[in-house]
């Protein structure tokens, strides 16, 4: 009896700790407030700016020697993108991972679960080097004119190569991001930036005696770029003060629970970045089909939509980052402030867009303008700059499909996240398929269609988050809670008196 009163006054202990909320994840009034999802989110924003000024140097660059050559890095590189991104929303789910244990006050599982993270980039790079001769084949089906296919093919064989430096960067990312020290993935995303833009000035063009590389050059700028980022990262991961508090070197082994919930959390988000990616490469070769005006005119658009939402990946990340941590310390009420916050912030983001877009939209496509004059790039000018106009009606809906998606990501909801995501992207592929080809509708119409698909999904993603399911997910067990289970089954065990 002695010894069963002793562990029921430990379990009341232990009962009374639950209640008391630890000092690191103690609520202050600004909890999950603009200025807390800003820390988190303004540096990843600042990240992902700088990796879409890496892309749109490129083109920028790569379109002084001609539209095909514009055309071909934009192809090239989404093919080779579109090969990562299964693996790259699988690892991406650390972010989510790492911040929920963080908020349940299990620091040492942060580097366990990057540290599988890692070992499935490993498992990944043959596999997508497997699929090369898949992709190279479709480029020949796809009806696109010899003048851009020629360079496409180049640009694609020589990034796909260099996939791996891409996976390991994101999930170094996702570490810092899940505990919020997007400072560090900021630093590593503008080295990779001054690198890559400096080095594609000097091997495209070939300055300071370095040959002329053309579109080649493009390449080996953005792998030389990208390895000098996953180095800042590798170099701030194995600091002596991450290593003691996150346990980085006992880390570095396969763990079963971890990777258990990082493949069953996030194969839905690596299911449905794959599907997106090959839904709008899709969509891309569609409008490169058409011809080499509409290839031009798209193009220059969604290079300019790029600019308009990869900044709002960070606040995604930031959002997802919070939830996360608030989850997993058992807090959904916090969690819905945070993803308030990530609404507030896109639309005062995408308002300064809407007005670039609808304001400015010529002074945007003649950027892009040629060397030497170009009739190609002359007829696109009207096309590309009503697809900028139209752009401007989405950019606030951009902001709620990127806001709430990574809301529910947050908490584990990944797999309605991922059906409604998917669904989304592969219903416009039909669309402008019948639409541009089937029906020969000009592509404004087609671009129209598109817009308008987004803004009734944005609804759909709404319905969803308000449904507040996602508030009765738990990824992981709190320290408090393991601690409570553990008494909980010391008591219910028979003892020899």
Sequence with gaps: MGIRRNAARKLKLVMLKMTEEPCETRRAPSAGGVRELLAIALPMVVSHACDTVMTFTDRMFLSRLGPNEMNAAMSGGLASFMLMTFFMGLIGYTTALVAQYLGAGRKDRCAVATTQAMLMCLAAYPI???AKPLILHAFELSRISPDQLAPQKTYFEILIYATIVGLLRTSLSSFFSGIGRTRMVMVAAFVSMLAN?????????GKFGVPALGIRGAAYGTILGGLLGLSV???AYLRPSVRRQY???QSLRLD????GKLLW???PAGVEMFLNVLAFTGVILAFHAHGPVTATATTIMFNWDMVSFVPLIGVQIGVMSLVGRYMGAGDPDTAHRAAMSGIKSGWAYSAIILVLFSCFPEALVSVFQPAEPDPVFLQAVPTAVFMIRMASLYVMIEAVCTVFSGTLRGAGDTFWTMCISVTLHWL???ILIVMLHVLGMSPEAAWTAIVLTFLLFSYVFYLRYRSGRW??????QSEAELLAADHDQAFHEPRDL
């Design 247 to 249: 346990a980085v070197l």
């Design 428 to 430: 416009m592929l039909p």
């Design 471 to 476: 508030r009765e997910i738990r990824v992981v």
């Design 197 to 205: 833009v400096g080095l594609n000035y000097v091997l495209i063009y």
């Design 256 to 259: 079963r629970e971890a990777m």
């Design 265 to 267: 959390f996030g194969y």
């Design 128 to 130: 997508i080097l497997l």
């Design 233 to 235: 990262l590798v170099t």
